[in-house]
């Protein structure tokens, strides 16, 4: 939580099983989703990502997590998270 508001960390497999964690924060938790980050490019990360993009909710991952997103037959997020080089 941030403020009255909630992170969500990745999707579930599906579209449905996503919306239905969203329905779940809605009723038990009752704070808007501020936003969500997903961590890679896998199906149980990524693969509800069109429920969340058909909430509103904007989505974040890492720049090359997006570019492989497609390839793998997921939605890519709305925005790409870039890091310099350690």
Known sequence: RDGGRVLVVDTAWT???TAQILNWIKQEINLPVALAVVTHA???????????????????AN?????????????????SLTFAAN
């Open 42 to 60: 896998h199906q149980d990360k990524m693969g509800g990502m069109g429920a969340l993009h058909a909430a509103g909710i904007a989505t974040y």
């Open 63 to 79: 720049a090359l997590s997006n570019q492989l997103a497609p390839q793998e037959g997921l939605v890519a997020a709305q925005h």
């Open 15 to 17: 579209d449905d099983q």
